[in-house]
């Protein structure tokens, strides 16, 4: 008989879903991070159309340590627009990118987020507060009405990821190759109703 059966059925029958919480434990962990777009829409403002969203932002464990640590991190929002075509790929009519550094204050302990693009500077108290304003992008602008052709069809798309190639040498090559670092959310796409 092998060495790790019991004879006892009654013990087998008790540590069989204790060992089923044990495989799975690890992946719950995982299962709880990731980044997410909850919602998005575009909408016409005078004369160009412009993008909200809504994100889910939550940091794996090995990030906020890094985050803690001093490291900054640099969070990208992708948002493109795509004309419509029948028969071959979608062709992307605008591509726009924005960037937000988060990084915490070494002296105050806060937690500071910078808009790459215009430098604009906002400061939190602690992370929950910081990772809520990351989380709503409001009014970011698309493109000119004017540049989409009249008789043709529009959508929009948007993802959020961690830019890990922003990270500090030493710690890219981990970053790389752990799924800890991999925070990325899909594509969300919707038409763009003119």
């Known amino acids: 008989m092998p060495c790790w059966r019991s004879t006892n059925p009654s013990f087998n029958a008790a540590c069989r879903p204790l060992i089923w919480l044990a495989l799975l434990l690890p992946w719950a ?15 016409l403002s005078g004369d160009s159309y412009r993008l909200e969203t809504r994100l889910q932002l939550e940091f794996t464990t090995a990030v906020k340590e890094a985050l803690e640590s001093g490291v900054p991190l640099t969070i990208v929002v992708d948002a493109q627009v795509l004309r ?41 108290a602690n992370l929950d507060v910081a ?4 989380s709503h992008v409001q009014q970011l602008f698309l493109v000119e009405a004017q540049k989409l052709s009249p008789g043709q069809n529009y959508s929009a798309r948007v993802r959020v990821r961690l830019d890990i190639e922003s990270l500090p040498a030493p710690l890219r090559p981990t970053a790389h190759f752990s799924e800890q670092w991999d925070l990325q959310s899909g594509w969300q796409e919707w038409p763009i109703v003119r």
């Open 29 to 43: 962990g995982a299962a709880a991070a990731g980044f997410e777009v909850l919602e998005a829409r575009s909408y």
């Open 131 to 134: 990772i809520d304003a990351l």
């Open 84 to 124: 419509q075509r029948r028969f071959v790929w979608d062709e992307r009519a605008v591509s726009k990118e924005v960037r937000y550094e988060l990084k915490t204050h070494p002296l105050s302990g806060q937690y500071l987020i910078r808009d790459l693009g215009s430098g604009q500077l906002r400061t939190f």
